[in-house]
């Protein structure tokens, strides 16, 4: 059986790939850190679907707890469906601080360091024994790290991403002589909870970006979730080191 593990999935993006997966029969490991509710619905939606999913704990930002999670994983793996492997790996938990550059502390840039590169470059790392051959690696960017998608603001958030699409392409190569294939979608503005939940508490934003849009409109989880759930797939078996913008044509 297939099992994927998603990190940062209980809302937004996350949830909406590791629905997505499960919709397809995938087995589902998915990860949260403080929203442990988020997590349960994630379960529930897939427990509804008739397929079966097990919420974890994991901070991306502490990459010493990363082989006590392996270990973890090993034993969720063996009771739940009496494996001992994955065969997908979705490093999708984020977190989105805004500051100008002149403004932007190394406090700052740290925190955001640990989650979008430091914590996929090593969990994904820690995972690798578990992780099958023929297997499939997805990361979620931002077009914060491609021209279409540069606002002021966002340099060290952006920069980071950037060193994750990198990071994708030197995993494809690297990984290739077991047939793991790595790929890394790029949304464009897409209405999740990440910048403290910044379309609900502010959603006058969300007309200007619309009007940015080829598509008219702003993205939704599902846009992203399901590019996700299509690159772990068989049907994207030839395709691998190649980052994809889900954007909707922002600034196009």
């Known amino acids: 059986m297939n099992i994927a593990v998603v990190t940062g999935a209980s809302s937004g993006i996350g949830q909406s790939a590791a629905v997505q997966l499960a919709a397809r029969g995938q087995g589902v490991v998915l990860t949260y850190n403080a929203n442990a509710d988020g997590a349960h619905e994630t379960v529930a939606?897939?427990?509804?679907?008739?397929?079966?999913?097990?919420?974890?704990?994991?901070?991306?930002?502490?990459?010493?707890?990363?082989?006590?999670?392996?270990?973890?994983?090993?034993?969720?793996?063996?009771?739940?469906?009496?494996?001992?492997?994955?065969?997908?790996?979705?490093?999708?938990?984020?977190?989105?601080?805004m500051a100008m550059y002149a403004d932007t502390t190394e406090e700052v840039f740290d925190e955001i360091e640990r989650v979008v590169l430091r914590g996929p470059y090593f969990l994904t790392q820690a995972l690798l024994p578990l992780l099958a051959d023929g297997g499939a690696i997805v990361s979620t960017t931002s077009n914060a790290a491609l021209f279409s998608g540069m606002e002021p603001g966002f340099s060290a958030y952006g920069t980071l991403k950037g060193g994750l699409v990198v990071l994708t392409r030197y995993l494809a190569k690297e990984l290739s002589v077991r047939g793991i294939r790595v790929n890394s979608v790029s949304p464009g503005s897409t209405r999740t909870r990440l910048g403290d939940d910044a379309f609900t508490k502010h959603p006058e934003v969300i007309a200007p970006l619309a009007a940015r849009t080829a598509l008219g409109r702003v993205g939704e989880p599902d846009d992203i979730g399901q590019v996700i759930a299509f690159l772990l797939s068989d049907e994207a078996g030839w395709i691998t080191a190649q980052d994809i913008e889900v954007s909707g044509g922002y600034n196009l």
Do not use: K
């Open 45 to 97: 939606r897939i427990q509804a679907l008739g397929g079966t999913a097990v919420a974890l704990p994991l901070d991306v930002g502490r990459s010493e707890t990363f082989p006590a999670f392996r270990d973890e994983l090993r034993g969720v793996l063996a009771d739940t469906w009496q494996a001992e492997q994955i065969t997908g790996l979705v490093n999708n938990a984020g977190i989105a601080r």
